[in-house]
């Protein structure tokens, strides 16, 4: 089972994208939520999520920055916009 990070600044944007799809259907599992890059950061450290799903434009640390950070960390990461 695939292991799934959403990360966005919404709270209902959040929220929606983990309760409204079947993720167990997909092969999924929501392992982590964020609120932004650096809360994402802190959860992949402790989840290793195979696939994050994030918003570009969010305050302290966006998802271009978030990136960039994973893959500075070693990380190799592939976007899709």
């Not at 997909?26 to 402790?46: I, S, W």
């Amino acid at each position: 089972m695939y292991k799934v990070m959403i990360v966005d600044d919404e709270m209902y944007v959040r929220n929606g994208i983990v309760e409204e799809i079947d993720w167990k259907s997909l092969g999924c599992q929501v392992c982590a939520t964020a609120e932004n890059g650096l809360e994402a950061l802190e959860a992949y450290e402790k989840t290793r999520a195979d696939l994050i799903i994030c918003d570009i434009r969010m305050p302290k640390c966006d998802g271009i920055d978030l990136l960039q950070r994973l893959r500075d960390q070693g990380e190799n990461v592939r976007s899709y916009f």
